[in-house]
Nanobody, 115 residues
């Protein structure tokens, strides 16, 4: 089992930056896939960015060039650097991990971007 705890959300003006952090309760070097999802009010949860244990990344088209996902296996951390934030990035952001056939989720952190 993996417990995930997000931090770093908050209120920021459009054009600003935030860095989200996800702390895992166990060593993540063997976890095949980790990622960040978001859910805005009235919308479905969507994948924002993912990273495999080999370091391959993928991004939603809406955040390409603005967001960067990274993982630090030594610290059991996953990060999401968000730059050039837009009001439409406002959502609850969730950290997720897939280990074997199981998916694990954090409790989420609110990101609000004001115009």
């Amino acid at each position: 089992q993996v417990q995930l705890v997000e931090s770093g959300g908050g209120l920021v003006q459009a054009g600003g930056s935030l860095r989200l952090s996800c702390a895992a309760s166990k060593r993540i070097f063997s976890i095949n896939a980790m990622g960040w999802y978001r859910q805005a009010p009235g919308k479905q949860r969507e994948l924002v960015a993912g990273i495999t244990k080999s370091g391959s990344t993928n991004y939603a088209d809406s955040v390409k060039g603005r967001f960067t996902i990274s993982r630090d296996n030594a610290k059991n951390m996953v990060y999401l650097q968000m730059n050039s934030l837009k009001p439409e990035d406002t959502a609850v952001y969730y950290c997720a991990a897939t280990e074997g056939i199981y998916d694990y989720w954090g409790q989420g952190t609110q990101v609000t971007v004001s115009s």
